[in-house]
């Protein structure tokens, strides 16, 4: 693809677009994942947070052609970031929060923001290296674009939690539909879901639906759970 050409113009578009969308689950699980940390270390974590989450991000879209070739990828970032999405919202108070993910350390929230965003990147660098067309200046230019994007988002998202607690149940829901999404787009269960291309609709609603109330109420119930019950 020549630089500079219309067609380089449009496939830069449509990166932007592709980043616009899925970074709204990026900035999502940075910010959840940074709510519990000292005032002085939250901008902290959502910079280098987001710095390890392209990082990651870049290696995966060096590999893509590779990353397309492991059968169940899908299928394991889907579960995992489901695990993710529950551990966020939950408070468990078990005494042990700098290993959770809404960690009260900077290091327990780095952890858990490159984890998530390495699941979540999958869509992100497929859609991206779809749209470049193999070329890798163009990759580049949109995990670039990507970078502020997440930083204004996470902050954004930050002080809407502070302002309204309910935000943190509507970021795990949003994180349960993209791990749903995950899990019916697995090639391994096309036979179940249909192809991108052809999808079966109502059944990926129902996962998504069935996701969504799984990670809500299991959450909820750790939460109301008696203090005791893991001692007895």
């Given at each position: 693809?020549?630089?500079?050409?219309?067609?380089?113009?449009?496939?830069?578009?449509?990166?932007?677009?592709?980043?616009?969308?899925?970074?709204?689950?990026?900035?999502?699980?940075?910010?959840?994942?940074?709510?519990?940390?000292?005032?002085?270390?939250?901008?902290?974590?959502?910079?280098?947070?987001?710095?390890?989450?392209?990082?990651?991000?870049?290696?995966?879209?060096?590999?893509?052609?590779?990353?397309?070739?492991?059968?169940?990828?899908?299928?394991?970032?889907?579960?995992?970031?489901?695990?993710?999405?529950?551990?966020?919202?939950?408070?468990?108070?078990?005494?042990?929060?700098?290993?959770?993910?809404?960690?009260?350390?900077?290091w327990?929230?780095?952890?858990?923001i490159?984890?998530?965003?390495?699941?979540?990147?999958?869509?992100?660098?497929?859609?991206?290296?779809?749209?470049?067309?193999?070329?890798?200046?163009?990759?580049?230019?949109?995990?670039?674009?990507?970078?502020?994007?997440?930083?204004?988002?996470?902050?954004?998202?930050?002080?809407?939690?502070?302002?309204?607690?309910?935000?943190?149940?509507?970021?795990?829901?949003?994180?349960?539909?993209?791990?749903?999404?995950?899990?019916?787009?697995?090639?391994?269960?096309?036979?179940?879901?249909?192809?991108?291309?052809?999808?079966?609709?109502?059944?990926?609603?129902?996962?998504?639906?069935?996701a969504?109330?799984?990670?809500?109420?299991?959450?909820?119930?750790?939460?109301?759970?008696?203090?005791?019950?893991?001692?007895?």
């Open positions: 693809m020549e630089f500079m050409s219309a067609p380089w113009w449009s496939a830069l578009l449509a990166i932007i677009l592709i980043d616009l969308v899925l970074a709204g689950d990026n900035a999502i699980v940075i910010a959840l994942a940074a709510r519990n940390l000292p005032k002085s270390l939250q901008t902290k974590a959502i910079v280098w947070g987001t710095v390890g989450a392209i990082g990651v991000r870049t290696l995966m879209t060096l590999i893509v052609v590779w990353l397309l070739k492991i059968p169940g990828l899908m299928l394991v970032g889907g579960l995992g970031l489901l695990w993710i999405a529950y551990r966020l919202v939950a408070d468990t108070d078990t005494g042990s929060e700098e290993h959770g993910p809404a960690a009260s350390t900077f327990g929230a780095m952890k858990t490159v984890i998530a965003d390495a699941l979540m990147g999958i869509d992100n660098v497929l859609g991206v290296a779809g749209a470049a067309h193999g070329a890798m200046d163009l990759v580049v230019i949109g995990l670039l674009i990507s970078v502020p994007i997440v930083v204004f988002g996470s902050t954004l998202v930050l002080k809407l939690v502070e302002r309204f607690p309910i935000i943190i149940q509507l970021g795990a829901a949003v994180l349960a539909y993209t791990a749903a999404s995950m899990v019916t787009s697995e090639p391994l269960l096309a036979g179940w879901f249909g192809t991108r291309e052809a999808p079966e609709q109502a059944l990926r609603w129902a996962v998504a639906a069935l969504i109330v799984g990670v809500l109420g299991a959450a909820r119930w750790a939460t109301r759970r008696p203090r005791g019950t893991d001692a007895a």
